[in-house]
């Protein structure tokens, strides 16, 4: 795909490559004070998750671990199943743990509250979630996210890391998908 094709596929820009950099720079400082001298896990979730682990992993000054799950919730479609399914598990023990959940997006919130309550078995020592984006209008369960990215509005965002059908993800900034792609 050309350039010029890709924007056609766009409508506005939400959140841009700098902006993401310099709230990525902020919420590293603010999570290496909160877990100073703690073991701190970063687990990202595949694969929306790559962009923001990469670029927020970076940014943080104190030591951390990562690990990845992999999981799915949605197929091709745009809208939220609700039926979560581990693609790829943990290879960390979390017993004793500091959990940081590292998410690209909170839409309906049903991935992350399944994934919660999933970690909550596993003996970790605590769990947060930090998530780039978050819609609130979405939410079909409350989950308590202690460190946003940005909220937006209810619509269908690609980029940084998000897919339409696997397209899409390399994008720099995240933009709003033009619906005459996916209708
Ligand atoms: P939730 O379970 O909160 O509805 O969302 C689960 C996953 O669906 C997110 O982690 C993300 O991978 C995907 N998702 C939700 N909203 C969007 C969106 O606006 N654009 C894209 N590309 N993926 C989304
Ligand atoms: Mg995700
Ligand atoms: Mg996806």
């Known amino acids: ?15 841009t490559e700098e902006e993401i950099h310099a709230k ?7 999570v290496a004070t909160d877990y100073s001298g703690k073991d701190l896990l970063l687990v990202g979730v595949l694969k ?20 990845w799950m992999a999981v799915s919730s949605y197929g091709a479609s745009t809208k939220s199943s609700g039926v979560v399914q581990i693609r790829k598990d943990l290879d960390t023990d979390l017993h004793g743990k500091h959990v940081l959940i590292v998410e690209d997006i909170i839409d309906s919130g049903l991935t ?4 919660l309550e999933n970690f909550e078995s596993r003996g970790a020592e605590s769990i947060e979630v930090l998530a780039l984006l978050r819609k609130p209008e979405a939410a079909k369960v409350q989950i ?40």
């Open 1 to 15: 795909m050309r350039a010029a094709d890709i924007q056609d596929d766009l409508t506005d820009i939400l959140v």
């Open 24 to 30: 990525l720079e902020e919420l590293a400082a603010q």
């Open 48 to 67: 929306g998750a790559v962009m923001v682990m990469a670029d927020f992993s970076r940014r943080l000054p104190m030591n951390a671990s990562m690990d």
């Open 112 to 115: 992350l509250s399944w994934l």
């Open 144 to 183: 308590d996210c202690k460190y946003v990215g940005f909220d937006i509005p209810n619509e269908f965002v690609v980029g940084y890391g998000l897919d339409y059908a696997e397209s899409y993800r390399n994008l720099r900034d995240v933009a709003v998908l033009a619906p005459h792609v996916y209708s």
